[in-house]
């Protein structure tokens, strides 16, 4: 299929590739699990995500602009949603399995702190001391631990198979240790130097194309970034020329989105243009053999380049202006606050934050888990201060 160039009609999700990840051979759950009539395992991960606590707090934190800030701009829950578009359709295309690939997606954010990387990153300062903070391991912390809904255990009780895409990162460190407690479990990977399954691969690289595109659009809506700005990053600035060139009276947000959209579908077909080659190549009869293969799933090289740039462009323009970082600066003294202010005492956690973990690493589940809007109530709360406004 060359770039671009959409199939005549979608494929229905029907035979699995020998290379997917079949719900039939899954490593199965933590916990002994009766099998339901009507739902595979991995269909069974997703519904547990979508209905668990900390899927809905995602309405309310921050993808790049804090909740206050406008009803129109992406939070990590319509982020997650778009990321899961993304990657089941490139796994229909591919053969993969559609519902593994929307579980990890919908799962991939779920331990993200407010105020976006803000939050995380003075989280993380806050933590130094005593372990530190992982966004991506605090998702799998969630879905493990923190999530409380069942009777006989703690967690949301996944299969492997979610929770090793749901750990797209983790620092040897912290490898070593859980390798301690789950040997050849889901963090081997890291230690052995192997792949996750190709639908964690697919859900990763599909995080990446929607950060880039709906990070465009907020921009732009924002006033922060303008089209004559994007004219300066290669890969939007193609199809905003396409756009305008076969529009030449189009005006307005209609160009944006026209622009996006050219760009999305380009960067999905690229996709299945380039993994399709390296699977191809690499031929794996098995979905352990595609661990084993190195990463399958990818751009091609000149869309990875494009990319990147993008990504650096975006990182300048909109990550670092002013703007943003001001409020990002207060964001990050309210996290250190919050946290010195549970540490010591001066504010109470619940009870159930407080029975199995030690305090920093309690006080970290609880800051972690606030959505935007709470944690400004909070740091109001305790300090007689406005975060922002």
């Known amino acids: 299929m060359s770039q671009g160039a959409a199939p005549d009609a979608a494929p229905a999700q029907g035979a699995l590739a020998c290379y997917a990840s079949h719900p039939a051979h899954t490593r199965g759950r933590r916990y002994p699990a009766t099998p339901a009539p009507t739902r595979n395992d991995y269909q069974r991960d997703r519904d547990r995500i979508v209905h668990s606590s900390a899927f809905r707090r995602l309405v309310y934190k921050t993808q790049v602009f804090l ?127 192997t792949q996750p399954s190709l639908e964690a691969q697919l859900a990763n690289l599909a995080d990446e194309i929607a950060y880039n595109a709906h990070d465009i659009d907020d921009g732009v809506r924002s006033g922060l970034l303008t089209l004559e700005q994007m004219a300066d990053a290669p890969l939007f600035a193609r199809f905003l020329q396409d756009t305008l060139r076969e529009y030449p009276q189009l005006q307005g947000r209609r160009v944006l989105y026209e622009s996006i959209r050219r760009m999305l579908s380009a960067q999905v077909y690229d996709v299945i243009d380039a993994t399709g080659a390296a699977l191809r190549a690499a031929a794996p009869g098995s979905a352990d053999e595609a661990r084993r293969a190195g990463p399958l799933v990818r751009f091609g090289i000149e869309m990875r380049a494009q990319s990147a740039a993008l990504k650096r462009f975006l990182f300048a323009n909109l990550y670092r202006h002013p703007q943003v970082e001001q409020t990002m600066n207060q964001a990050r003294q309210a996290v250190r606050e919050l946290f010195n202010a549970y540490l010591s005492g001066r504010a109470a956690l619940p009870p159930s934050f407080t029975r199995h973990a030690s305090q920093p690493r309690a006080v970290a589940d609880y800051i972690a888990g606030m959505t935007d809007r709470f944690a400004m109530r909070e740091y109001e709360r305790l300090t007689g201060q406005r975060l922002v406004g």
């Open 67 to 193: 909740n206050h800030e406008g009803d129109l701009f992406r939070t990590r829950l319509t982020h997650s949603l778009e990321v899961a578009q993304l990657a089941r359709s490139i796994a229909r295309a591919l053969q993969l399995n559609e519902d593994l690939t929307e579980a990890i997606a919908l799962a991939h954010d779920l331990g993200h702190t407010p105020f976006g990387h803000a939050g995380q990153d003075a989280l993380d300062e806050c933590m130094a001391a005593h372990g530190g903070f992982e966004h991506n391991l605090q998702s799998l912390r969630v879905v493990d631990e923190l999530e409380r809904r069942y009777p006989g255990h703690d967690g949301l009780n996944l299969s492997f198979e979610t929770r090793e895409g749901i750990l797209k990162h983790c620092s040897r460190a912290n490898a070593r240790r859980i390798e301690r407690a789950e040997p050849g479990g889901v963090v081997r990977r890291f230690l052995d130097g």
